[in-house]
């Protein structure tokens, strides 16, 4: 709660830096949240959420009655500043997302830089997550994972994020829309061959699921369907271990190009086959021309 610091008569009052408490909130299920954040979320002054009406559900769910503000990313930097203020002025503030942990693709960096640059004390509330929700029931392997976040939405931007993680060797986790999801599957396929894939949708809703398999399975999957909506976690499983190959990727590609194959495509297969970007190949090749 707001505090201050009385002094003696004719001295000035001292306020008490306030707190921030980072909220994770339900993916879906309203049930999903812990007796800590219920708490909290009861004590606060000031509760910051990216929709005041959508949070303002989980509030009443709970039985909670607590002023709320907006803070999302069209106000975010001006809110930043006015927020950190209260919270130097003593007020305890709640920041909350729309669903998950704040600031995981969500707006709330720049509160919780505010609030650390001016001594503010930052303290995290874990809960539900799509990521680790998604990847806990994928199948896929769970010793190391990259989550990269929302996927860009054009296409070219789209394949050289893909690109680029060609030969990582950890399970992959993007966020992505249910519009675009196709288009993604399709160029996954294209650029990282057949791995397996998850795509993860609704997940702790009453229509959740998992589809599983290569990329061209899910998508001729989600393809057939008549709509496909819901928020979707896409987890592409690890890059297979290349198979030994001795030769230069110089003479790979030659081979390629003699039997017919274009310069371009010959690129991408040799990088397909060996787990590797397209960009990797083509440094390489340029190399060879400069000896």
Same mark, same amino acid.
């Given at each position: 709660m707001a505090a201050a610091l009385r002094a003696g008569a004719?001295?000035?009052?001292?306020?008490v830096p306030g707190r921030l408490y980072v909220v994770a909130t339900p993916i879906g299920n309203l049930e999903d949240i812990t007796y800590r954040a219920v708490r909290l979320l009861g004590e606060a002054d000031l509760i910051a959420c990216e929709d005041t009406r959508h949070t303002r559900k989980? /509030?009443?769910?709970y039985g909670i009655?607590?002023?709320?503000?907006? +803070?999302?990313?069209?106000?975010?930097?001006?809110?930043?500043?006015?927020?950190?203020?209260? /919270?130097?002025?003593?007020?305890?503030?709640?920041?909350?997302?729309?669903?998950?942990?704040?600031?995981?693709?969500?707006?709330? +960096?720049?509160?919780?830089? %505010? %609030?650390?640059?001016?001594?503010?004390?930052?303290?995290?509330?874990?809960?539900p997550s799509a990521v680790? %929700?998604?990847?806990?029931?994928?199948g896929l392997p769970t010793d190391s994972f990259h989550f990269g976040g929302f996927l860009p939405a054009k296409a070219g931007l789209r394949a050289r994020v893909l690109e680029s993680m060609a030969g990582e060797t950890a399970?992959?986790?993007?966020?992505?829309?249910?519009?675009r999801i196709l288009e993604t599957l399709e160029a996954i396929e294209l650029l990282l061959g057949p791995r397996p894939v998850v795509v993860a949708?609704? /997940?702790?809703?009453?229509?959740?699921?998992?589809?599983?398999?290569? %990329?061209?399975?899910v998508r001729a999957a989600l393809s057939a369907r008549d709509a496909l909506k819901g928020e979707i976690t896409l987890l592409?499983?690890?890059?297979?271990a290349p198979p030994a190959d001795s030769t230069p990727i110089e003479d790979a590609v030659a081979g390629l190009e003699r039997a017919?194959?274009?310069?371009m495509d010959a690129i991408k297969q040799v990088a397909r086959q060996r787990g590797i970007s397209k960009r990797v190949v083509y440094e390489r090749l340029l190399k060879g021309r400069e000896l």
């Open positions: 004719g001295e000035r009052v001292v306020a989980l /509030l009443d769910h009655r607590k002023p709320t503000i907006s +803070y999302h990313e069209h106000n975010e930097v001006e809110r930043s500043a006015e927020l950190a203020e209260r /919270l130097r002025q003593g007020e305890t503030i709640a920041l909350v997302s729309d669903a998950g942990v704040p600031l995981i693709s969500d707006p709330g +960096y720049r509160l919780v830089r %505010a %609030a650390l640059d001016l001594g503010i004390e930052v303290q995290p509330v874990p809960g680790l %929700a998604a990847l806990s029931g994928s399970t992959l986790i993007f966020y992505e829309a249910p519009h949708r609704e /997940l702790t809703k009453i229509h959740e699921e998992f589809v599983r398999g290569t %990329a061209g399975q592409i499983g690890k890059a297979a017919g194959t274009s310069r």
